[in-house]
Nanobody, 121 residues
Framework: QVQLVESGGGWGQPGGSLRLSCAAA????????MRWYRQGRGKERELVAA?????????EYGDSVKGRFTISRDNAKNTVYLQMDSLKSEDTAMYYC?????????????WGQGTQVTVSS
């Protein structure tokens, strides 16, 4: 059974840090591109960060988080992380983990249930 389980969300102070984790199961994690998305109240879902599956995989960040957030993965633990530093109130959102792979039989696209991040003083 495919599972993506996010954790690490909660309350953070402006200027502070949080670290999100996403534990994967039920598929070959190392072959999947991993992404973090977020959706604030009344806003569209937006890409936060991405890391492709290839060794030394390249990364991509949304403009609003560049220089503040860092995505990483541990294929031995089937886990992807999002280190969130210099938090801002506008980072408040539900954060979702996504796994994507384009295979011979089509696209495999999996989502977690999300973890809430609230940044306030």
């Amino acid at each position: 059974q495919v599972q993506l389980v996010e954790s690490g969300g909660g309350w953070g102070q402006p200027g502070g840090s949080l670290r999100l984790s996403c534990a994967a199961a039920g598929f070959t994690f190392s072959r999947y591109d991993m992404r973090w998305y977020r959706q604030g109240r009344g806003k569209e879902r937006e890409l936060v960060a991405a890391m492709i599956a290839t060794p030394g995989g390249s990364t991509e960040y949304g403009d609003s988080v560049k220089g503040r957030f860092t995505i990483s993965r541990d294929n031995a633990k089937n886990t992807v992380y999002l280190q969130m530093d210099s938090l801002k109130s506008e980072d408040t959102a539900m954060y979702y983990c996504n796994a994507l792979r384009l295979g011979k039989l089509g696209i495999n696209n999996y989502w977690g249930q999300g973890t809430q991040v609230t940044v306030s003083s």
